[in-house]
């Protein structure tokens, strides 16, 4: 039988009918505990701790849109990371983009280090600088691609090639939360585990927190289920449903982000009070090239300077009136938010700057609504907020 379309997985994969009524919708579990026939025999549940079957038929959907063995979701995308950091141990070594969403660093510098975890971050928009990276205690490279907030590409394929050429090969984890399986496929490119906050674009609809990762292999699912069983970071019922809900309309949602996106940076591109625009899906783009190999598309995420710093980032924030001022991304409504004070505050401003999240830097996540208002939302609060021009 020819391989199943996208789409199609992504409403019908790991939702068979409901076994006992026929319902087409995966039921929602709410249960704590199973009742079992007697004892060591039970139907494969025994604590929703440790499994649950509406959470079970999200894991079994997003791995089979990933292409993946299995998936092990979580209460968050920080506790999938946390999760993907737990395989490791004091002394072992792990590079991470030096683009990533603020959380991540934070849980490596402030916690995990604590444990005697060693971390380089590193631009890996250049596999050389992998290559150079690597050391004996080389444990995995961690990268974010898009990175967020500055949209930074790194080369999945190749970074893959130079992990590939380690004795002891370090794992490749690829966390997919901006393009989506529908736009990015990095087991296809090499990568060991792939990770996502499935609170963004998975879910789509501002309603859940959650996360998973998704593996290749039974060795390390086993593990991260292990962890996920141990640390008790699972996933609600309710949560996964809902999420299997909003995976079931991703690949439409996210065609849709893509084309509203190019045309608000276009937008952008062209306006005097906009320094530059990062948007990989325009062709001056420094990585458009590493885009058209590995990328079909590029989703809903925008960055943009402003001229005049925080100042004009604030006027711009209050006042847009169809875009909202919030920290999520991915979901229907247009969200934009101010990195250098919301997303990446923690971040010391010596390092932002050095990677690009400057405080003029502005990320938009583009919503489902009708392009030209989003544009002349954004239009109107530009001329109106900000003073500045080139």
């Known amino acids: 039988m020819k391989e199943l379309g996208f789409s199609t997985k992504a409403i019908h994969s790991g939702q068979p009918p409901d076994p006992t009524t026929g319902a087409i919708l995966v039921p929602i579990y709410q249960t704590t505990t199973y009742v079992q026939k007697e004892v060591g025999k039970d139907k494969g549940y025994t604590y929703s701790r440790g499994g649950n079957p509406t959470v079970k038929a ?51 510098n402030s916690i995990l280090t604590n444990y005697g975890m060693e971390f380089s971050y590193i631009d890996t928009s250049e596999a050389s600088n992998v290559e150079k990276t690597i050391k004996r205690n080389t444990k995995m490279v961690f990268i974010e691609t898009p990175g967020n907030p500055t949209m930074k590409i790194s080369d999945i394929k190749e970074i893959a090639k130079v992990v590939g050429r380690v004795q002891d090969p370090p794992l490749l984890v690829v966390d997919n939360t901006f393009p989506t399986p529908y736009f990015q496929q990095p087991f296809k490119l090499g990568a060991d585990l792939v990770m996502h906050s499935t609170t963004k674009y998975l879910d789509g609809h501002n309603a859940t927190i959650g ?14 289920k292990f962890i996920q069983k141990s640390v008790g970071a699972v996933l609600s019922p309710f949560n996964a449903w809902l999420t299997i809900m909003g ?39 420094p990585q458009h090239a590493i885009v058209k190999k590995q990328m079909t598309g590029i989703g809903g995420m925008i960055a943009f300077e402003l001229h005049g710093g925080v100042e004009a980032g604030k006027k711009l924030m209050k006042s847009v009136k169809v875009c909202s001022l919030a920290e999520n991304l991915g ?10 004070t919301m997303t990446h505050a923690e971040i010391p401003k010596e390092k932002r700057e050095k990677i690009g999240i400057t405080d003029g830097l502005v990320r938009i996540s583009v919503g489902l609504e009708d392009v030209e208002d989003i544009i002349n939302d954004l239009d109107n609060a530009l001329k109106g907020g900000i003073n500045y021009v080139r």
């Open 331 to 340: 979901s229907c409504e247009t969200l934009i938010t101010h990195p250098a």
């Open 247 to 285: 995976i079931k309309t991703l690949a439409l949602r996210m065609e849709r982000h893509n084309l509203n996106a190019l045309g608000v940076a276009k937008f952008l591109k062209q306006h005097q009070k906009v320094c530059s625009v990062f948007y990989p899906g325009l062709p001056d783009h």
């Open 211 to 224: 996360g998973i990762v998704i593996s290749k292999t039974p060795e390390i699912d086993e593990r991260l």
């Open 58 to 108: 999200l894991e079994s959907n997003i791995a089979d849109l990933e292409g993946g063995l299995a998936g092990t979701a979580f209460a968050s995308g920080m506790a999938a990371i946390s999760a993907i950091m737990a395989l490791f141990k004091a002394g072992d070594h792990i590079i991470v983009s030096e683009v990533v969403y603020g959380g991540t660093p934070r849980l490596c």
